[in-house]
T-cell receptor, first 116, second 114 residues
Framework: SAVISQKPSRDICQRGTSLTIQCQVD?????MFWYRQQPGQSLTLIAT?????????ESGFVIDKFPISRPNLTFSTLTVSNMSPEDSSIYLC?????????????FGQGTRLTVV | AQSVAQPEDQVNVAEGNPLTVKCTYS??????LFWYVQYPNRGLQFLLK??????LVKGSYGFEAEFNKSQTSFHLKKPSALVSDSALYFC????????????FGKGTTLSVSS
């Protein structure tokens, strides 16, 4: 398994500002994933972040709005830029060991973001 | 494209009764299937997975799930529900052939009454 520490756990932010969410894994991992969980909704994949390469964004998500860093094999950040109330969500980072598809994913506790 | 459907927003059962949370999937190839549980204000916890082999998979906390290829289903079950099982349950899929991230269903809230 992997232990993922995510911070902040929650924040209330003013519209127009930016928030950076940090994700620390207790072991080296190749892939890290960022998800968004809007109120009452499922998890939607924002992007995949591999160390040493640019993050790959899913349809509907762009780097200018959600820049991601992956400086090493245990750490990643997601920034929510120029926030609006529609960005109010839970943001979760995730990872898994190995490249094979059979391995389960592990999740951080999530960051509950409220934009006012 | 991969997708997961959880047809029920909420499932209500009495403590001690069996429970089923439904999940159907769509993938182009063979699937890897997962169930996760989310308690309030907490992250997702892995319950169980189907990779290959026996269609009945056993997982954490007494949960099990049955893979049915012909019906493209992976329903979560437990013989005797506990009040502490009340939570939000997510089914997820990953295609053998494509992609590395999980695709999630919309979630089903399980409410177990005493």
């Amino acid at each position: 398994s992997a232990v993922i520490s995510q911070k902040p756990s929650r924040d209330i932010c003013q519209r127009g500002t930016s928030l950076t969410i940090q994700c620390q894994v207790d072991s080296q991992v190749t892939m890290m994933f960022w998800y968004r969980q809007q109120p009452g909704q499922s998890l939607t994949l924002i992007a995949t972040a591999n160390q040493g390469s640019e993050a790959t964004y899913e349809s509907g998500f762009v780097i200018d709005k959600f820049p991601i860093s992956r400086p090493n094999l245990t750490f990643s950040t997601l920034t929510v830029s120029n926030m609006s109330p529609e960005d109010s969500s839970i943001y979760l980072c995730s990872t898994r060991h190995g490249a094979g598809g059979a391995t389960e994913a592990f999740f951080g506790q999530g960051t509950r973001l409220t934009v006012v | 494209a991969q997708s997961v459907a959880q047809p029920e927003d909420q499932v209500n059962v009495a403590e001690g009764n069996p429970l089923t949370v439904k999940c159907t999937y769509s993938v182009s190839g063979n699937p890897y299937l997962f169930w996760y549980v989310q308690y309030p204000n907490r992250g997702l916890q892995f319950l169980l997975k189907y990779i290959t082999g026996d269609n009945l998979v056993k997982g954490s906390y007494g949960f099990e799930a049955e893979f049915n290829k012909s019906q493209t289903s992976f329903h979560l079950k437990k013989p005797s529900a506990l009040v502490s099982d009340s939570a939000l349950y997510f089914c997820a899929v990953r295609d053998h052939q494509a992609g590395t991230a999980l695709i999630f269903g919309k979630g089903t809230t399980l409410s177990v009454s005493s």
